[in-house]
């Protein structure tokens, strides 16, 4: 089993993955974010880093997904907090002409490559809720993120997922306190395992 959560900066996408791990004994993929050295100078000069950011991610997030396909490494069930694809979205965002170009064949290059998850949880929150929950966590680089942006990358998110071709549970997160209150992380743990079982069902 491979599940994946998803969705923009801030919505408590490793938090529930950590919760859906611990409930199915899986082994837990965490994206590399702060490990990035251009992300904190991108937050500054977008214009100046957005290339090297995402090329760090692009290859930094496909060696570890890259490991889900050889079973020697990944016997069992896995969570990760990211899919792929989002560097994509990300890179839609941030990339312009030539840089873009260069980035979309090195994306189309590496993806068919990957396993394709069988659930995607897609968590959204409006961009009220997403500043409140990035306040909370108190990363320095992201201190001054703009509600604009969230806006913007939350919108991108909601296209690529109306066309999602595989199975995928929609979550409005700004329903849920999955941290801090244990009927929420139940309620939600339960909708995804239903979503899991109507797929098994599919098949």
């Excluded at 919505?11 to 490990?35: C, P």
């Excluded at 743990?189 to 098994?200: F, R, S």
């Amino acid at each position: 089993m491979y599940i994946v959560v998803e969705g923009p900066i801030g919505v408590g996408k490793t938090s529930l993955s950590r919760r859906l791990a611990q409930r199915y004994g899986a082994e837990l993929n965490l994206e590399v974010v702060e490990e990035n050295p251009f992300l904190a100078k991108f937050y500054e000069q977008p214009d100046a880093y957005s290339f090297q950011v995402q090329v760090f991610f692009l290859l930094s997030r496909f060696k570890q997904l890259s490991g889900l396909a050889q079973p020697a490494l990944f016997s069992g069930s896995v969570v990760s907090d990211y899919l792929f694809d989002k560097d994509f979205i990300f890179a839609a965002m941030n990339l312009k002409d030539a840089e873009f170009s260069l980035y979309e064949d090195l994306y189309g290059h590496l993806s068919p490559r990957l396993p394709t998850p069988d659930l995607v949880v897609y968590l959204r929150a409006d961009t009220p809720e997403l500043l409140r929950r990035i306040a909370k966590r108190g990363r320095p680089f992201e201190h001054d993120m703009k509600a604009e942006y969230l806006s913007d990358l939350t919108r991108r998110y909601d296209d690529y997922f109306r066309s999602y071709a595989h199975p995928l549970l929609t979550i409005d997160a700004a329903g849920y306190d999955f941290v801090e209150r244990p009927e929420d992380e139940e309620a939600i743990l339960t909708e995804i395992q239903n979503a899991l079982d109507a797929g098994k069902a599919a098949d």
